[in-house]
């Protein structure tokens, strides 16, 4: 009877079986997956600006903290001289068409002082040029003429203002970068004559510098190469404009001379 009882309390009583959490750890790294994978994908785009970064700052390094600064310096003062020109010379561009066309309405209705009232109100090298000698229109065409090259030469002294500078900078670069290679070269036979035998390992570390900076000042110098070839280009077509519309306004002057 009580063997009887306690076989049926022993049924009553189940052991607890553990819970498999395998389904459910699963689960978890499956849902925790997508997260992962955007993650990595984050961090191989941006691995490729911190690896180029990285590479850029190792080679200035290896490169010569002197000669590489002094040819990071170039071209820091070149392009701020190029991009000071750029903003110069896109204020000094002008419509010439309208200018000349709003000097000459202003000729016919108010005569000379309207005229120099519009070039007052006009920036640019065009209309200083014009103001100058619609200012001595009373002295007659010879002398407006003259004032006219005059001041235009001024004007073009202005606008090529800065190019020797950026001119200088790209010859400096690749001496710069030269000056480096050779230094590398002697450091490279330096470690020749010490070491007494012609190790690759000897001579790999000076080379390599002078390679380094040789680059350097080449890719500096054809980089403001560009730009000052670009801004001779942008004054040549200023200085256009200005001797064809001072000669328009020559015969402007004439002819309203004529009609007095």
Not at 35 to 50: D, I, P, Q
Request: glycine share 10%.
């Amino acid at each position: 009877m009580m063997g009887a009882s306690v076989f049926a309390q022993d049924e009553g009583t189940e052991t607890p079986v553990p819970e498999d959490t395998t389904q459910v750890a699963t689960e978890d790294v499956t849902v925790e997956e997508p997260a992962t994978e955007e993650v990595v994908a984050e961090v191989e785009e941006e691995g490729g600006f911190s690896v180029l970064h990285t590479n850029l700052k190792t080679k200035f390094i290896e490169g010569g903290a002197g000669f590489m600064g002094a040819v990071l310096l170039t071209l820091i003062l070149g392009l701020a001289l190029c991009f000071e020109r750029i903003i110069y010379l896109s204020l000094a561009s002008t419509n010439t068409d309208k200018l000349l066309l709003g000097v000459e309405e202003a000729l016919d209705s108010g005569g000379v002082e309207a005229a120099k009232e519009v070039c007052r109100n006009t920036r640019g090298p065009v209309a200083s040029i014009f103001y100058q000698g619609l200012d001595r229109a009373d002295q007659g065409i010879d002398v407006v003429e003259k004032s006219v090259v005059s001041y235009g030469s001024v004007q073009m002294g202005l606008l090529e203002k800065n190019l020797s500078w950026i001119s200088l900078f790209i010859a400096v670069a690749p001496m710069l970068g030269f000056m480096g290679t050779v230094i590398g070269m002697i450091d490279a036979f330096d470690q020749i004559q010490i070491q007494g035998d012609v190790s690759p390992t000897a001579v790999a570390g000076g080379i390599k510098v002078a390679l380094i900076t040789t680059v350097t000042g080449l890719i500096v110098a054809i980089v403001l190469q560009f730009f000052y070839n670009y801004l001779v280009s942008k004054i040549d077509g200023i200085v256009n404009k200005m001797e064809d519309a001072s000669i328009t306004l020559i015969d402007m002057l004439v002819k309203q001379n004529l009609k007095k």
